[in-house]
Nanobody, 122 residues
């Protein structure tokens, strides 16, 4: 019904930058909150940043001042600009969206992307 496709991951040196993108497609009526999570080896998945449909944002303390989340509502796309990357930012990054589909027009369902690897070398 709904697909989230991430792009932009890769290998970067410490101090460098990457920009992740996530495009949602399918039976979408509207999208509420969109966010980025990450999971490092041996650790639990954690919230990195989230943005509401009204562009209110929330960040993990560990990325405040370095990462910026934004979205293009017309294109159902969310972005994560990551600057001053550190080795501890190495993880698989997952896109998440709360979607109201055209099948229900009422209920919100949670969708996840397949993940994109970000590796920061020190």
């Amino acid at each position: 019904q709904v697909q989230l496709v991430e792009s932009g991951g890769g290998l970067v040196q410490a101090g460098g930058s990457l920009r992740l993108s996530c495009a949602a497609s399918g039976s979408i009526f509207s999208i509420n909150t969109m966010g980025w999570y990450r999971q490092a080896p041996g650790k639990q998945r954690e919230l990195v940043a989230a943005i509401t449909s009204g562009s209110s944002t929330n960040y993990a303390d560990s990325v405040k001042g370095r990462f910026t989340i934004s979205r293009d509502n017309a294109k159902n796309t969310v972005f994560l600009q990551m600057n001053s990357l550190k080795s501890e930012d190495t993880a698989v990054y997952y896109c998440n969206a709360g979607v109201i589909t055209t099948r229900s027009f009422v209920y919100e369902y949670d969708y996840w992307g397949q993940g994109t690897q970000v590796t920061v070398s020190s």
